[in-house]
């Protein structure tokens, strides 16, 4: 129990910072627009990448280093092209919350946004397959029990911000404060792809 509490803390304390993919469920939230496909791939994904570092697969970072790259320039491409666009709709302004499903793209095209928020990030890769990976790696006997609870912190968090999002409702009926949302988000994405272009430098 103790290990898998440790897990769980580990675990929350990786995801809490605001990032591209926790901005996304936040949007979603507040929209209640396919909240809980959009969590559970968030989860999930979250889930197969402890698995894998618990299982011993963030050696796979070493043996093949080019990976690393071409994971961080096309998350940075698609996060300068996804800020670009919620910078473009903060200048436009003029929105609102809408009903859920009004106005609101696909649930495909959520869940494929959010599976590339996700996927093309190189640090959901450092935090879960290798930093999760190498702790469990000390953990003899007891990694099924630190990587149960490493996953469940996920789950517990991406849920508790999917539907805790709604309590914002209210705020986001003023297009106003969409604007500043969308505003922060399209610079929080490009900060993010910069970092990860001069990561190098």
């Known amino acids: 129990m103790s290990t898998a ?11 809490l910072a ?23 791939t968030c989860a999930l994904s979250d889930a197969v990448l402890i698995a894998a570092g618990v299982a011993g697969f963030g050696a796979l970072a070493e043996a093949a280093p080019w990976l690393e790259k071409v994971m961080r320039y096309g998350g940075a491409a698609f996060l300068v092209v996804y800020g670009a666009r919620a910078i473009l709709s903060a200048w436009r302004g003029g929105e609102a919350l809408r009903a859920a499903g009004q106005g609101e ?4 095209a959520a869940i494929l946004t959010c599976l590339a928020l996700t996927w093309l990030n190189p640090h959901v890769y450092l935090d879960t ?20 609870g490493a996953t469940s912190a996920s789950f ?10 709604r309590a914002l409702a209210p705020l986001f009926a003023r297009p106003a404060t969409w604007r500043l949302l969308d505003l922060f988000v399209g610079l929080l994405m490009w900060s993010i792809a910069a970092g990860l272009l001069f990561a190098d430098h």
């Not at 509490?5 to 990786?14: I, N, P, Q, Y």
């Open 156 to 165: 517990a968090f991406f849920f508790a911000l999917g539907y805790g999002a």
């Open 18 to 40: 605001i990032g591209a993919q926790n901005a996304f469920v936040l949007r979603q939230g507040i929209r209640r627009a396919h909240v809980l496909p959009v969590v559970l």
């Open 129 to 148: 397959v290798v930093l999760l990976g190498s702790v469990a790696a000390g953990l003899e006997g007891s990694r099924l029990a630190f990587g149960l």
């Open 5 to 15: 509490l440790a897990g769980f803390t580990l675990g929350l304390s990786l995801i």
């Open 105 to 108: 793209q696909s649930r495909r």
